[in-house]
């Protein structure tokens, strides 16, 4: 029994002092229900929202925020030497003003300063909060020393108030550090940290009149797979979403769009300071070439007229042709049904692009799918298999290959927050 307590991942769960508060039960929950051994060390303030009790009951261990208390064990510098993961959840304003300029005042950002593992953080605050200068130099800090900043989501705050500054889904965060701790168990590096990446994911949908459009199968999950991915490696991902059902990923700005167009827009706004545009979006090749403003209804005994498509936008061939910055890599998702490595190939050649990953498609194949199976083609003439397995899987092979070809330096050391 000793021995498989050692063996379960130690994770430092950090609550600093916003009404988010209570939303970390929830990630404390994942974590100790997917068998890690969670400490939970609160802040004073944050004790205002959810008190020691609950934490303590909820992860098994006790939680304190003085570094006065069990002086004994010395747990300033022994809880942050023995985590295999620090996570701040919510992290505030103050907190990562504290963390990025050293302070040490209580338990929490004495643990921080003495953890020689992966930090994550997850920032709740008001808009105006996080968008003040100040904090997004201290998140540029930190991020620019290893940490994990993930993005705020979008939504409702206290109050009235609406917009950038969400606590993240409690499952989303835990999916991605569950990430972190695994490349961290194989030594892994953050090799995406400073990058910045766009990732297009999900179906595009063309509408031929208010209630019909024509459409695709795309779940989006390789896109997401991919965001998510990119996070957890220490990328500043943004994700261009077309139309899917999955929750947004941690740690990613999203989105959201609808057609062709609207994603076209979308890329090569957020494409003008990335290091790598990875297109896995299933894009309409074509739309209708006429919108009718009403339902188009049947006519009783007469066939409906033809509908008559016009061609999209090639947005991948236009990335590739038109790089917004010297050095920016260009991945492509080519969904073949036959000749797969034939059209993949020729389409690798046609579009210009870096890499480009093709999967056989079809009923019951990648599709709606959690696992996947691709080859990714190279302009270098290498190819490399990716065994059918989850998409997850994918995502990290792919990014495995797209770190080493980012030659400029990452955006951060170009003087981008």
Known sequence: MEKREQERPRVVLG????IAAYKACELLRQFTESGHDVRVVPTAASLHFVGEATWAALSGNPAATEVWESVHEVPHVRIGQHADLVVVAPATADLLAK???????????NTLLTARCPVVFAPAMHTEMWE????????ATLRRR????????????TGVDTGKG???????????CRRVLARGAKGLPQDLAGRHVVVSAGGTREPLDPVRYLGNRSSGKQGYALARTAAARGARVTLVAGNSELPD?????VIHVGTAGQLRESVLKAAADADAVVMAAAVADFRPAVYAPGKIKKQEGQEPEPVTLVRNPDILAE???DRARPGQLVVGFAAETDDVLANGRAKLARKGCDLLVVNEV????????????????????????????????????????????????????????
Do not use: M
């Open 362 to 417: 079809g009923e019951h194949k990648a599709f709606g799918s959690a696992e996947n199976e691709a080859v990714i083609l190279a302009t270098d003439g290498t190819e490399t298999p990716v065994p059918y397995g989850p998409k997850e899987a994918l995502a990290d092979t792919l990014w495995d290959l797209v770190a080493p070809r980012l030659a400029e330096p990452p955006a951060a050391d170009r003087g981008n927050p």
């Open 132 to 139: 003040n200068p100040a904090t997004q130099e201290n998140v």
């Open 166 to 176: 969400r606590f993240p889904d409690p499952v989303e965060i835990f999916q991605l």
């Open 99 to 109: 963390a990025a300029h050293g302070l040490a005042d209580d338990l929490l950002t």
């Open 249 to 253: 990923p941690a740690g990613v700005d």
């Open 319 to 321: 990335l590739s042709a």
């Open 15 to 18: 609550v600093s002092g916003g």
């Open 146 to 157: 290893g940490a994990i900043v993930v993005e705020p989501a979008v939504g409702r705050l």
